[in-house]
């Protein structure tokens, strides 16, 4: 990459980030520089990665430890968000890694991926990025609606319903409300945004049919790993006797 390319790409990024944090300083939003750190630490892993990658992408066994270790790094960051606890990064890791290895054996037992090492770490990747997402946003939906409803879920535990029984209805809603970003970005998909995986094929040299291909690939794989690890983790975190503490 020339120089001055990446000095343009610099000032625009720090342009972009000022405005992000002079935007939430402006309206006394707590922690306003927490995007700017996010893109500052965002952008020193992606070159680390990078070279990395430039190393061992065509090595199946490397690729398995990148994979792994994106893993990790997603589950303990939504677990985190969740309120850490060994426990808990047990429920999370075995959430989203049931929907992963669903969404993997299925793209490539199907052969709709051939199973390559850049087609495992592509997918695999964004699959697991998604998966924290997701698994985050039905954790913290699950507490706030239990404590919103707490006394209608009091009033079905003194009627002698179980504890999973109580929160049966708030379970499902905070899967709903989870999946329902990446629900709006797939039906969008083409209309309002176009995917990082497809513009990123395109320009790599692939047919936009081709590319296309890879994309709905992709966001199949999406919903299907975030559906389970929803389900999962509402299943075993919904179940509760006493009023949860809020969420940080």
């Not at 606890?85 to 959430?95: E, L, T």
């Not at 793209?107 to 997918?123: C, E, K, M, N, P």
């Not at 698994?135 to 939906?141: D, F, K, M, P």
């Not at 079905?156 to 029984?165: C, D, E, K, S, Y």
Request: charged residues 10%.
């Amino acid at each position: 990459m020339p120089l001055s390319e990446l000095v343009r790409t610099l000032v625009g990024v720090a342009a972009l980030v000022a405005v992000t944090a002079v935007t939430l300083g402006v309206r006394r939003t707590p922690h306003p520089w927490a995007p700017a750190w996010a893109v500052l630490r965002g952008g020193l892993q992606l070159a680390a990665v990078a070279l990395v990658l430039s190393g061992v992408i065509a090595d199946p066994w490397w690729v398995g430890v990148a994979l792994l270790v994106m893993f990790t790094v997603a589950a303990v960051t939504s677990t985190r968000r969740l309120g850490w606890s060994p426990q808990r990064f047990a429920v999370v890791a075995g959430s989203m890694g049931a929907g992963v290895l669903v969404t993997l054996t299925v793209v490539f037992g199907t052969g709709a991926l051939t199973l390559t090492s850049r087609y495992a770490l592509a997918i695999g990747g964004i699959v697991v990025g998604n998966s924290m997402s997701i698994a985050t946003l039905v954790g913290r939906q699950l507490n706030q609606l239990t404590r919103d409803h707490w006394e209608e879920v009091e009033g079905w535990l003194a009627l002698g319903a179980t504890a999973r029984q109580s929160t049966a209805g708030i379970a499902r809603e905070a899967i709903h409300h989870a999946l329902i970003p990446t629900t709006d970005q797939t039906r969008t998909t083409g209309l309002v945004t176009l995917p990082g995986a497809f513009v990123g094929a395109i320009f790599g040299g692939v047919s936009p049919l081709e590319a296309g291909r890879f994309q709905i690939v992709v966001l199949s794989g999406v919903m299907a790993a975030g559906s389970i690890a929803a389900v999962l983790l509402a299943h075993w975190l919904a179940p509760a006797t006493t009023r949860p503490e809020p969420l940080g």
